[in-house]
């Protein structure tokens, strides 16, 4: 279904995450007809490019990030009449009455801060000041939300002068995935998991993103950030949310966001030995962690296992094992719900200790897996074990259906109609910040550095050992 007509501006769309992701995803929903009529995209940066040189910048970056989409010669050159260029300095006058006129008042107006946080306040204040802040407005802006608790509060308070809630997009590009969408289709779409799912059935939950790329060019954004806050804060602390919240009344956006915060106010302080993180060393070809980013005795964390708790009536008692790392040996993103032993067994100790598991595999290969106990054929008496009820979404909604769209192109389309469900409220980016901080800060003051872990391994030995002293272990990263 088409969108209403829309003019959108992308700050900093020159830049990196606009190359890869904006304009492609923009492109992409063209293609499949949600973008028509008379629309306006504008890339605005701090660098002089006239039109053409603009346009030939968004189409390369569409033939080499756009999908197979990108071989439609003919939409793509209808594409790029929709594009405009306008050359703007964010701290000075430059260029912001020439935006102001080529953004039609009468349509819905968007404003995509791809720029640096520092920027974000400067940008609200002169379109505020040329016009362009009004009730049809809304603006997007992207992570990092500050870098801790303080300077969050200081963005969020910054757009707030100019900006209603109702208007702020704060994206977390996890949320606009298809699979975490379906995490909550899966709990609340269907009668069987949701009276197992709380502490009583559950034994644990372990949540896993594992990458096998290492830092690469963003050595100098990462060195300063780090897993806690690239990865934890934010989308693991998004999935965690979706996993453990409360059912919301309705899908609708406050709803769905006052469930997510009332779990991240219920998370327990995390404790120095619950939390254990890494770096990556060396492996043949790849290199060192410390080789990546200008300091060479860097002690920022590639990685990080915690044992997270929720201390509310649903999930007291059973921990939340999450982890995150760059190097690792492979990439794999899930989302295990383990149950709980059954009370006993009918078969005897010789049929062996079993357990359901529920796999959500975000990517690759996104899909649902349940393992299920079932009697071992033969004559062998009754012995039990594990077979898995395999879903992997291409085999059964066709490789069609599970072409996924990419989170971005979800997320600017909500934008358009105003759907804020799958992005973070001012108030959840706090308190998810109010929870990390204190991690980070015992770190700061135990000056000890991160464990050592091989590139290509699943992590240091002491994220193992977080889940070993528990009695459990972590599913292997395959
Ligand atoms: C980004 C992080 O937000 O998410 C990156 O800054 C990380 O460091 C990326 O690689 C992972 O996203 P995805 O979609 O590839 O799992």
């Known amino acids: 279904i088409p969108v209403e007509p829309f003019d959108l501006v992308i700050f900093g769309g020159t830049g990196d995450l606009a190359r890869r992701k904006i304009w492609p995803a923009l492109f992409r929903r063209f293609v499949a007809g949600q973008i028509e009529g008379d629309v306006r995209l504008i890339g605005a940066a701090r660098g002089g490019m006239d039109s053409a040189a603009f346009k030939e910048f968004v189409n390369k970056a569409i033939l080499k990030h756009g999908g ?278 009918i078969f005897g100790a010789d049929a062996g200790r079993h357990r359901n598991i529920l796999t959500i595999r975000l990517q690759p290969n996104e899909g649902i897996e349940l393992g299920v106990t079932i009697k071992e054929p033969g004559p062998g008496g009754m012995r039990l074990i594990d077979v898995p009820l395999d879903m992997t979404f291409s085999e059964a909604l066709g490789p069609e259906d599970a072409d996924f769209p990419d989170a971005y192109e979800r997320l600017i389309m909500d934008v358009i109609r105003g759907n804020q469900t799958l992005f973070m409220r001012g108030d959840e980016v706090e308190a998810a910040w109010a929870w990390t901080d204190p991690i980070i800060a015992d770190w700061a003051e135990s000056a000890a550095p991160p464990l050592p872990y091989v590139s290509g391994s699943s992590g240091p030995d002491e994220a193992l050992m977080l889940m070993h002293r528990d009695g459990r272990r972590w599913r292997e990263i395959k």
Request: glycine share 6%; net charge negative.
């Open 68 to 345: 197979e989409e990108s071989g439609r010669t003919d939409d793509l050159s209808s594409f790029l009449e929709m594009l405009h260029y306008v050359t703007l300095d964010a701290r000075g006058d430059a260029g912001w009455v020439e935006l102001a006129v080529l953004m039609r008042p009468d349509r819905i107006r968007a404003f995509y801060f791809s720029v640096a946080p520092s920027l974000f306040g400067d940008l609200a204040k002169r379109l505020h000041a040329h016009g362009m802040a009004d009730d049809t407005s809304r603006i997007v802006v992207e992570k990092p939300f500050g870098r801790d608790l303080e300077t969050s509060r200081d963005l969020n308070r910054v757009l707030a002068l100019h900006f209603d809630e109702c208007q702020i997009f704060r994206i977390d590009h996890y949320l606009g995935k298809e699979t975490v969408q379906n995490l909550m289709a899966i709990r609340f779409g269907n009668v069987l998991f949701e009276p197992l799912w709380n502490s009583q059935y559950v034994d644990h939950i372990q949540i896993t993103v594992a990458e096998s790329v290492g830092v690469g060019g963003r050595g100098d954004y990462y060195d300063k950030s780090g897993a806690m806050r690239d990865m934890v804060q934010n989308h693991m602390m998004q999935l965690l949310c979706l996993i453990a919240m409360e059912p919301p009344a309705k899908f609708d956006p406050d709803a769905v966001r006052d469930e997510k915060l009332k779990v991240i106010r219920a998370l327990d302080p995390v404790r120095g030995a619950d939390v254990v993180r890494g770096q990556y060393e060396a492996q043949g070809e790849r290199p060192d962690y410390r080789t990546q980013v200008e300091d060479p005795e860097s002690t920022t964390e590639s990685f990080v296992a915690l044992k997270a708790l929720i201390s509310n009536w649903r999930w007291a008692g059973t921990p939340f094992y999450l982890r995150t790392g760059k190097r690792l040996r492979d990439r794999a993103s899930e989302i295990a719900v383990v149950f709980k032993d059954a009370p006993h067994s």
